[in-house]
């Protein structure tokens, strides 16, 4: 019976082993302290390829325009650049699935540092276009998140991931005001040779620190065969309980202020008045509550609350901003309905990402992530069709109404529907 006993308890503990391993991947084989590190060193990739994003977006107007090209050519250029990422963003995910996070973020590294290498080339048109190319794999934020992800069990996530928005500040900060200074004081391609050199670097991080697998061995084989880009594996994501309505909201919640945002540069000269360097100073202060909000209240508020509760107040919250703004009248106005906007906007991105990746199993975490990061480039390439029709037609207020509407209807839908959300790696 002793022996009996002895092995029913030793064949407990290998299936709780098991069961642990699936959960956290290799890290659950990784001592705590080196968790720790390699989600840190997640960190500084993802703070690090944020901040040469937003230099070159900045930089990307002028540099345009001193080759000749025209606001209608510039759109073209920011909608290819939005289609490619829209289309990379899933191929990407499943890459990392099948390859790890290691490869993804090299992968990711290595087409930024070619996109650097073109843009500083780009003394022609052609050759402008051209250098967007690179960008379809560029995606070191979802990357960053598979990392985390595979390194975090599920009660740990939406905190991890919260944090990231530290690097997105960090992002918006440096490389707005770095890609100004080097263009002003030097040459407009000199951001292009600061990229190249930061894509380069960022490449070594991720070869020296991140380990070469971060899931689970067990799920490594699944996906092994399966094509990089499938519809048929799109929908089966879309199946697991809860996916599709979390998406969906996800999707729908963010998409009138995603519009706003698209036309912000005219609205900020045109309705605003603001110069130049004013919207600089303001997108300074969208990085600094970016970090506030994603860096100390998401984790916090996720401890202490059920995530479905989290995402009904982002969309409740995102609802009172679509009244602020169809209301507002002056810059201070918006100033002030930035902090709600904020943590409404890194609630649902943060909340939405950790719930999607729990209610899938761990070997499509990356092809979740990836969906999820196609949702943004999506919003902007219909954005200034879209975007552009409603102020020029019905005007700032526009964005306001149809947000508040919009997320009214949101909300009533969460507290009416029961969302089953399977976390398919706590069980």
Not at 316 to 327: E, Q, S, Y
């Amino acid at each position: 019976v002793s022996t009996m006993n002895a092995k029913t308890s030793s064949a407990g503990e290998q299936e709780a082993s098991g069961m642990r391993n699936e959960t956290l991947g290799e890290s659950g084989c990784l001592g705590e302290a080196k968790r720790g590190r390699v989600i840190r060193v997640a960190y500084v990739i993802a703070a690090l390829d944020l901040t040469f994003l937003f230099m070159q977006m900045g930089v990307m107007p002028y540099l345009a325009k001193s080759l000749g090209l025209d606001s209608v050519g510039f759109g073209y250029l920011q909608t290819i650049f939005g289609v490619l990422q829209l289309v990379g963003g899933y191929i990407f995910g499943r890459f990392a699935d099948q390859f790890g996070a290691r490869a993804a973020l090299i992968l990711s590294c290595a087409s930024g540092s070619l996109l650097f290498l073109l843009m500083s080339l780009s003394t022609s048109i052609p050759l402008l276009f051209l250098s967007r190319l690179p960008g379809v794999f560029m995606h070191g934020v979802p990357g960053a998140q598979k990392v985390i992800t595979d390194m975090t069990t599920p009660s740990q996530r939406a905190g991890a991931l919260g944090k990231l928005g530290l690097c997105f500040g960090v992002g918006i900060i440096a490389g707005s005001a770095v890609g100004g200074v080097l263009s002003t004081k030097f040459s407009v391609y000199v951001p292009a040779y600061v990229g190249l050199a930061g894509s380069l670097l960022n490449t070594l991080i991720a070869v020296a620190w991140i380990p070469s697998q971060t899931k689970p061995k067990s799920d490594h084989h699944m996906t092994e065969h399966s094509d990089l880009f499938s519809i048929r594996e799109i929908l089966r994501l879309m199946k697991f309980p809860g996916v599709m309505e979390v998406f969906v909201v996800k999707v729908f919640a963010g998409l009138p202020i995603g519009l706003f945002m698209i036309m912000f540069s005219i609205i900020s000269m045109d309705f605003f008045g603001l110069e130049a360097v004013e919207s600089g100073y303001l997108m300074s202060y969208f990085g600094v509550l970016q970090m506030v909000v994603q860096g100390l209240l998401v984790g916090k508020l996720a401890n202490h609350c059920t995530e479905m509760t989290l995402l009904r107040l982002s969309v409740f919250v995102f609802a009172g901003v679509g009244l602020g703004m169809a209301l507002m009248r002056t810059v201070w106005h918006y100033c002030i309905i930035a902090v709600p906007l904020v943590f409404a906007f890194s609630m649902l991105a943060t909340i939405t990402d950790s719930i999607l990746t729990k209610a899938v199993p761990s070997s499509d975490t990356g092809a979740m992530l990836g969906i999820c990061a196609s949702v943004q480039p999506l919003t902007r390439t219909v954005g200034p069709t879209i975007g552009g029709v409603l102020y020029k037609q019905f005007g700032v207020s526009s964005f306001g109404y149809l947000q508040l509407m919009v997320n009214l209807g949101l909300f009533v839908y969460l507290l009416k529907s029961k969302i089953p959300l399977g976390e398919m790696k706590s069980q």
